[in-house]
């Protein structure tokens, strides 16, 4: 297969799967205890087409909406016990001695 042969049936349909769900995973709608997880509001631009910076009200609304959707995403740790240590543990294996990251977490 050249360059410039069209993909295949397959690679295609996989391709659209996977924007599918890319599509899915952006639009999802998260709720806690208090309702609704709101997205993110629109960055504001002035007139040259610069991001302006945010204010302080924007930067707390941006932290809540933070912490609210990872404490969503923690509660819902779907991980087998012991997989961050097998994970951590196979790491280190392939890093010489005196360099390993994760030693003392395991």
Do not use: C, H, W
């Amino acid at each position: 297969m050249s360059g410039n042969d069209p993909p295949s049936r397959g690679a295609v349909s996989k391709l659209e799967a996977l924007k599918a769900e890319l599509e899915a995973f952006k639009t999802a709608i998260l709720y806690d205890e208090q309702g609704q997880i709101p997205g993110y509001p629109p960055r504001r631009y002035d007139e040259a087409g610069r991001q302006l910076p945010y204010t302080p009200e924007e930067l707390l609304l941006r932290d809540e909406i933070f912490r609210r959707t990872m404490a969503v995403i923690d509660a819902n740790d779907q991980d087998p016990p012991g997989s961050d240590e097998e994970f951590m543990r196979g790491i280190d294996s392939r890093r010489p001695e005196g360099m390993k990251l994760f030693e003392g977490y395991y």
